[in-house]
């Protein structure tokens, strides 16, 4: 079980928008930053967002990420078919003290 | 172009012991912290160890502490990870990460290998 609790699955069509939420605890969430990564198949995680809305070089701005108490969220704007991947939410955990992952959401490009 | 290429990766017996290690390259690796983070089939993300750029500050999960040894060779431009008592539960594909950070542990993975595949099994 997941400190971090994620949707298993999400979709979408092309064009339209998706949000995937990331809910956690006042030990977590609730006194940390956010980071999310997206893995596609068979190869590994990339950085997206960090420090709840922050995006690396070569993000596309249609990925934003948002934080609001204990809960985190991960918009994805104008759905490409490449954009069919898993995604996770990322924070560090004071009770457990080291970072912890959510389960993951699977995003489908229908 | 940064790059992380693992290696060692191996079928081990439970019990045993392995090391796997990770080359650098395309990044100033003497003033960047790493990370090892695992991935067991089908399985969500793992966080394994960290060490700081100079190797002075190191963490390690609980479930593998005591375990585990991360180390890094700064003049070689090499991340290690010492697997010891290993289990089944260790089996999955361990990828190296570079932190976004300058120096000390972010805990914000910036870069990251293709993994390379654990396997504990008799």
């Known amino acids: 079980q997941s400190v971090l609790t994620q949707p298993p699955s999400a979709s979408g069509t092309p064009g339209q928008g998706v949000t995937i939420s990331c809910s956690g605890s006042g030990s977590n969430i609730g006194r940390n930053t956010v980071n999310w990564y997206h893995q596609l198949p068979g190869t590994a995680p990339k950085l997206l967002i960090y420090t709840n809305n922050q995006r690396p070089s070569g993000v596309p701005d249609r990925f934003s990420g948002s934080k609001s108490g204990t809960s985190a969220s991960l918009a994805i704007s104008g759905l490409q078919s490449e954009d069919g991947a898993d995604y996770y939410c990322a924070s560090w955990d004071d009770t457990l003290n080291g970072p912890v992952f959510g389960g993951g959401t699977k995003l489908t490009v229908l | 172009e940064v790059q992380l290429v693992e290696s060692g990766g191996d079928l081990v017996q439970p019990g045993g012991s392995l090391r796997v290690s990770c080359s650098a390259s395309?990044?100033?690796?003497?003033?960047?912290?790493m990370h090892w983070v695992r991935q067991a089939p089908g399985k969500r993300l793992e966080y394994v160890s960290g060490?700081?750029?100079?190797?002075?500050?190191?963490r390690y999960a609980d479930s593998v502490k005591g375990r585990f040894s991360i180390s890094k060779d700064n003049s070689k431009n090499m991340l290690h990870l010492q697997m010891n008592a290993l289990t089944s539960e260790d089996t999955a594909l361990y990828y190296c990460?570079?932190?976004?950070?300058?120096?000390?542990?972010?805990?914000?993975?910036?870069?990251w290998g293709p993994g390379t595949l654990v396997t504990v099994s008799s």
């Open positions: 060490i700081n750029y100079n190797g002075v500050e190191t």
């Open positions: 395309g990044f100033n690796f003497r003033t960047s912290a």
């Open positions: 990460v570079k932190d976004l950070g300058v120096a000390g542990l972010t805990y914000i993975f910036h870069y």
